[in-house]
């Protein structure tokens, strides 16, 4: 079922990255407890078949999905496993990030059965694959730059939402998706000049790294 509001989201961009460890169960914590919608994590697939939360492509100079959860605690490092995630599933709307497709099987085996989730990735092929099986939570897209035709094309791979880099984002784009019933929450502004411009051009929401004083201004926003 899609995620409604009446209110412009606040989602925090790997938690609450500028007070806590991005992508850990305290970083999302702390951007609940400051009133945010939820927030956005990434997932990647490990050589084990572990699913964990994890940004970047390397790990000490080697690909991370090379390695092993084994190897990577060897080297004395550790990772958030995507299971502990389950917790968060009846409190929060989270954004799931699939940094790499192919292992559409081992995230549904995971993540099926949560309510409130939204999977997007910039990789639109596990997208495509995800929306063939009909899942059951919705789907987004993220991207970079100013595509042309993306409602079209989001329309096309049966998306309810839309995560554009916010530079790129002008309300003609906006009035596009909503035309077509998806939503649209930029990616990472931090100002509040950002957030005023966006929410004046239709925006749903934004993913920031400061959930805490977007919180802070949304709300004070609304009681004016």
């Not at 502004?189 to 959930?211: A, Y």
Request: aromatic share 10%.
């Amino acid at each position: 079922m899609p995620v409604t509001a009446d209110r412009f989201l606040v989602f925090g961009h790997r938690g609450s990255p500028r007070r806590f460890a991005e992508n850990t169960l305290q970083s999302f914590e702390e951007t609940l407890r400051v009133g945010a919608d939820g927030f956005e994590t990434d997932l990647r697939l490990l050589a084990d078949r572990t699913a964990i939360l994890f940004h970047d492509d390397e790990l000490d100079d080697d690909a991370i999905e090379s390695l092993s959860s084994a190897a990577i605690t060897e080297r004395g490092r550790s990772v958030e496993l995507l299971r502990n995630l389950a917790p968060f599933a009846q409190r929060a709307t989270m954004l799931l990030e699939v940094k790499r497709g192919r292992w559409e099987e081992a995230l549904l085996a995971e993540i099926a059965g949560w309510p409130r989730i939204v999977v997007a990735s910039f990789d639109h092929s596990a997208i495509a694959e995800l929306a063939r099986r009909d899942v059951p939570f919705d789907l987004g897209i993220t991207v970079f730059g100013y595509p042309l035709d993306l409602a079209a094309y989001a329309k096309q791979l049966r998306v309810a939402w839309c995560f554009p880099g916010y530079h790129y984002v002008d309300e003609a784009l906006v009035e596009t998706l909503h035309a077509e019933h998806i939503r649209v929450v930029p990616w990472t502004p931090n100002r509040v000049r950002e957030w005023d411009r966006l929410r004046d051009i239709g925006c749903d929401g934004v993913i920031t790294d400061l959930p805490a004083e977007c919180v802070a201004w949304r709300d004070g926003a609304a009681v004016r």
